[in-house]
């Protein structure tokens, strides 16, 4: 399944959403900051493969150069698991993370888009 | 703002040829039948808009979420909106309207799908895939807990321990209305909601659900009764298409733990 994220491959995604359930469950207005993209370039420290929701976190080291954990949403589990990803999302290994940032003001996040260790990006929006 | 087909030349429109021989289809096609005759409804199940793929060359994936801009935001903004816009909602009586708009407003972490609880019949909609008998159908869903139901056709009624339970998915028994699947689930219980907006039912709910299979395209709708409502409430229908993938599988069930309620700022926001 690597093979999905090879370069010059072209990729076949199919993922269900069933939108009913996505948007009853997440309420993401109320939760995160939605017009806010922000990013930073970590180190996976834990993966948490659940639903509703996987969560990523990742030590990110500050202008200062404190280490702070941050903890990053994904999108369903099986959307990930269908593009074959889950084993390219490895705790010891970095990635750069675009995220809507968490309205309490917490280290979370909302992943829109990740940059894998080959280089690759995942995106949940539109490519600029 | 960059569209991923405009990358695309040639060779990539007859890979995609390559890929569409795996999207199903929805092409006129005889219904299967079983040796008696009926309506054959086993196989892989899934939403006709289900694919949803984005090809880049430069390796790049986009996940297609279908919201403005395929933004994940959006999605759920829209997705919220859109299902808020529906016309067809179940009526309530009326000493009920204060609970349900309180429900509806302030009650996000009520919802028992939010907290990681089963969805229930008949939120959780048709099956992703079905196994057919002579004498009962197997409802089998791919999600977090791998729910699945038995559907006896064999004429048996629900047994009295059916009907004193109170369960998530009730407890189904069908029957043969010419081409069309009736089923018919009882000993429910009063906690699963039949929608997001503080759909409430109570224990006495009956649900009847009714299938058709045209070809490789599956007809699901179901009724609600109950004495909560003042009438019947009839869900929009469903429409499932064979997966034609031959390799189609389920992946397995996914652990359920709810993160999020502890960040939520604002239980009025939705979507």
Same mark, same amino acid.
């Given at each position: ?43 996976? #420290? ?25 903890s990053i949403e994904s999108v ?19 990635? #750069?993370?675009?995220? $809507?940032?968490?309205? $309490? ?6 992943? #829109? ?9 995942l995106l949940m929006r539109s490519?600029? | ?12 429109? /007859? ?43 430069? *390796? ?12 994940? *935001?959006?999605?759920? !903004? ?10 067809? !909602?179940?009526?309530? !009586? ?34 992703? !895939? ?43 028994? *069908? ?15 009063d906690e699963s909601w039949l *929608? ?51 390799? /189609? ?11 999020? /309620? ?10």
């Amino acid at each position: 399944m690597k093979t999905l994220l090879r370069p010059s491959v072209f990729v076949c995604i199919s993922i269900i959403l069933g939108a009913s359930v996505a948007a009853a469950h997440h309420a993401v207005q109320a939760q995160f900051d939605v017009n806010d993209v922000q990013t930073f370039t970590g180190t996976m #420290t834990e993966v948490e493969l659940i639903n509703p929701h996987p969560y990523f976190h990742l030590d990110v080291e500050t202008p200062g150069g404190e280490v702070v954990n941050w903890s990053i949403e994904s999108v369903a589990l099986n959307a990930l698991r269908r593009m074959g990803l889950l084993k390219q999302l490895q705790v010891g290994l970095d990635y #750069t993370v675009e995220y $809507n940032p968490a309205r $309490n003001g917490e280290r979370v996040g909302l992943m #829109t888009a990740i940059t894998l260790p080959n280089g690759n990006r995942l995106l949940m929006r539109s490519q600029e | 703002m960059t569209r991923p087909f405009s990358l695309a030349g040639g060779a990539a429109i /007859a890979l995609l040829a390559v890929y569409i021989s795996h999207v199903p289809t929805t092409q006129a096609q005889d219904t299967p039948r079983m040796g008696d005759g009926r309506p054959d409804f086993s196989g892989y199940w899934i939403p006709p808009n289900r694919i949803n793929r984005i090809f880049d060359e430069s *390796g790049d994936v986009v996940l297609n979420l279908g919201g403005r801009d395929n933004d994940i *935001g959006n999605f759920e !903004k829209d997705s919220a909106v859109l299902q808020r816009a529906h016309t067809n !909602k179940p009526l309530y !009586k009326p000493e009920h309207w204060p609970t349900i708009q309180d429900l509806d407003w302030n009650g996000l972490l009520d919802d028992p799908v939010f907290i990681c609880k089963p969805a229930g019949v008949p939120r959780m909609g048709p099956p992703g !895939k079905i196994v057919q008998t002579p004498t009962e159908l197997i409802f089998m869903y791919e999600g977090t807990q791998s729910p699945y139901r038995v559907i006896p056709t064999d004429g048996r009624e629900h047994h009295p321990l059916q009907i004193a339970d109170t369960s998530w998915l009730g407890y189904s028994i *069908g029957h043969w209305e010419g081409d069309t699947l009736v089923i018919e689930t009882v000993g429910f219980n009063d906690e699963s909601w039949l *929608g997001w907006t503080g759909y409430i039912h109570s224990w006495d709910m009956t649900v009847t659900e009714r299938m058709r299979r045209e070809g490789d395209t599956l007809h699901w709708e179901a009724t609600v009764h109950d004495t909560m409502l003042l009438e019947p409430w009839t869900l929009n229908p469903v429409r499932r298409v064979v997966n034609s993938d031959p390799e /189609a599988f389920f992946f397995g069930p996914i652990p359920c733990e709810e993160r999020d /309620a502890e960040g939520i700022v604002d239980q009025n926001v939705r979507g």
